[in-house]
């Protein structure tokens, strides 16, 4: 899976907690990024971030929450304001932001809400 | 936004045959790629072509590009049961647009032995 990890690879969550999905990439990318893929669809975009420090919405990022404090790491959160949560996570890297460079995935996060 | 589109949304063949696979898009773009996805795993990436290229291959995978159409087609050749998976299009949003790549749904493809 090209140098991205993701942890944990299941997780399970009880209505109203907030939990957070690992993504680390050890390629020297500066851009990562955040999928939700749910059953039998294609993705869609969380969050991105192109440089440290810096991130911004994608197309679906209520109740959902970001950090880059360092170049390697891009956790999500996923909070209590995410009406259906229960998905497959992604996490992506690209060398750099400029968007149509390949991306690099991860194995995924499978969230389950009980 | 724009989007990839892929057809059929599900394809099943036997072991050997050819099997292609075609996305649309609807705005302008620099790139186009190709990705594959087994059950449950992340995706990876097979082919970029990019929007003054026509035509592209790569070992038994062979990409093609409309862009008068806005439309890419990915064959593959003497399909295997490794083949197996979902295969994505997806489309950035051209010199002036968005800096991000929007997936299609993808095509879910059965190699039968």
């Known amino acids: 899976d090209g140098g991205i990890t993701q942890s944990p690879k299941y997780l399970f969550r009880k209505e109203g907690q907030n939990v957070t999905l690992s993504c680390e990439q050890n390629l020297n990318h500066d851009a990562m990024y955040w999928y939700r893929q749910d059953p039998g669809q294609g993705l869609r975009l969380i969050y991105y971030?192109?440089?440290?420090?810096?991130?911004q919405k994608g197309d679906i990022a209520e109740g959902y929450s970001v950090s880059r404090e360092k170049k390697e790491s891009f956790p999500l959160t996923v909070t209590s304001a995410q009406k259906n949560p229960t998905a497959f996570y992604l996490c992506?890297?690209?060398?750099?932001?400029?968007?149509?460079?390949?991306?690099?995935f991860g194995p995924g996060t499978r969230l389950t809400v009980l | 936004s724009q989007q990839g589109e892929e057809d059929p949304q599900a394809l099943s063949i036997q072991e050997g045959e050819n099997a292609t696979m075609n996305c649309s898009y609807k705005t302008s773009i620099n790139n186009l790629q190709w990705y594959r996805q087994n059950s449950g795993r992340g995706l990876v990436h097979l082919i970029l072509?990019?929007?003054?290229?026509r035509e592209k291959h790569s070992g038994r995978l062979r990409v093609t590009l409309d862009t008068s159409k806005k439309s890419s087609s990915l064959l593959i050749t003497a399909s295997r049961a490794a083949d197996t998976a979902s295969y994505f299009c997806a489309t950035d949003g051209g010199l002036w647009g968005a800096q991000k790549l929007v997936f299609g749904q993808g095509t879910r493809l059965t190699i039968n032995p």
């Open positions: 072509i990019r929007s003054n290229e």
């Open positions: 971030s192109q440089i440290v420090n810096d991130f």
């Open positions: 992506a890297s690209s060398i750099d932001g400029r968007g149509f460079d390949t991306q690099y």
